[in-house]
C-alpha cells in the first residue's frame, strides 16, 4: 500500500508529462516527423526552457504541450488529463482554465486599447464587465503599465505591447505560462524586463514553459530541454539563484 501511495504522490508532482509524443506533418504523399517521440515530465512550479536549432520542432511541442495541436502518436498528459480523451470543447475549456499563451508576434486586436485587449479572453469566460475591467486594470499595473489602458498597440513599443498580452494570458489566473519566443522581437533590455515578469510569476507559483534562441535569457529556468531533429538531445538542470 505504502509503495502505491508513493507512486501516487511521485504521480501528483509533475503538471505536465508527455509520453512517446510524435508529430508528423503530411503534405501530399511527403510525410516530416518535426517530433520523434518526446518524453519529458515538468514538475508544478518549474521553469523550463526549450532551445535547439531553428526546425528542430519547438514549436510544434509548445503547442502540443499547450493542447493548440494534436500528437500523431503519444500523450500529452496535463494535470493528470490525458488530453487526448477530451472533446474539442473540453480542450477548449482547458485551455481556458488552466494555460496563458504568450507568442513572438505579440498577436493584440489593432483597433482595441490595452485594456480592452486584456478583456478579452474574460469576456469568453462569462466574467460580468465591471469585474473584467477592474482585473485588467489590476494585471496591466502588474506588468508596469499603468497610465497605457487608452493605449492601443500601435501606441505601445514592442516591450510594452508583449506586456499587454503577459497580462492578458494572465487573466484566468493559469498555472502554466506557454511562451514560444516571447523575446524573439525585442531588443535585449525590453527582452529581460519580460523574463523579469516571467521569474516573478514563477515565484508565484506559475509553471513556466518558454522557447527562446537567446541562451542570455535562460538564467531563471530550473531545467533546460535542448531539441534536435525531433528528439530530446539532453537535459540540463541548472542552479536558480533568486
Ligand atoms: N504545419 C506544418 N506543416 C508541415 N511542416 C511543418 C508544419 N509546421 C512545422 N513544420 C516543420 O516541422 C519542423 C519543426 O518545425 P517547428 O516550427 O516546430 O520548429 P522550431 O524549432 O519552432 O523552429 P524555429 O526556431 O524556426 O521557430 C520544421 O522542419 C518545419 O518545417
Ligand atoms: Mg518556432
Redesign the pocket.
Known amino acids: 500500500m505504502q509503495l502505491i501511495e508513493n507512486l501516487k504522490n511521485e504521480e501528483k508532482q509533475w503538471i505536465i508529462t508527455t509520453i512517446d509524443l510524435w508529430k508528423i506533418?503530411k503534405?501530399g504523399k511527403i510525410e516530416?516527423p518535426?517530433l520523434r517521440g518526446i518524453n519529458m515530465k515538468i514538475r508544478k512550479g518549474e521553469f523550463i526552457a526549450i532551445v535547439?536549432p531553428?526546425?528542430?520542432?519547438?514549436?510544434?511541442?509548445l503547442n502540443l504541450l499547450g493542447a493548440l495541436d494534436r500528437p500523431t502518436k503519444g500523450k500529452v498528459i496535463i494535470d493528470g488529463i490525458d488530453i487526448s480523451k477530451l472533446k474539442s470543447n473540453e480542450l477548449a475549456e482547458l485551455r481556458n482554465k488552466k494555460l496563458g499563451f504568450i507568442f513572438q508576434t505579440f498577436n493584440l486586436i489593432p483597433y482595441m486599447s490595452a485594456l480592452d485587449n486584456i478583456e478579452v479572453p474574460m469576456i469568453a469566460s462569462g466574467i460580468p464587465p465591471k469585474e473584467r475591467k477592474e482585473r485588467a486594470r489590476k494585471l496591466l499595473e502588474l506588468v508596469g503599465l499603468k497610465g497605457f489602458e487608452k493605449n492601443r498597440p500601435s501606441e505601445l513599443s514592442g516591450g510594452q505591447q508583449q506586456k499587454v498580452a503577459i497580462a492578458r494570458a494572465l487573466v484566468n489566473n493559469p498555472q502554466i505560462i506557454l511562451a514560444d519566443?516571447p523575446t524573439g522581437n525585442l531588443d535585449s533590455k525590453s527582452a529581460n524586463e519580460i523574463i523579469e515578469i516571467l521569474h516573478d510569476l514563477n515565484k508565484k507559483g506559475v509553471t513556466i514553459i518558454f522557447?527562446t534562441?537567446n541562451l542570455n535569457l535562460i538564467k531563471y529556468c530550473h531545467r533546460v530541454f535542448w531539441?534536435k531533429d525531433g528528439l530530446i538531445e539532453k537535459e540540463v538542470e541548472q542552479n536558480v539563484k533568486d
Not at 531553428?54 to 511541442?61: A, E, I, R, V, Y
Open positions: 506533418y503534405s516530416y518535426a535547439g531553428s526546425g528542430s520542432g519547438k514549436s510544434t511541442l519566443e522557447v534562441h531539441l
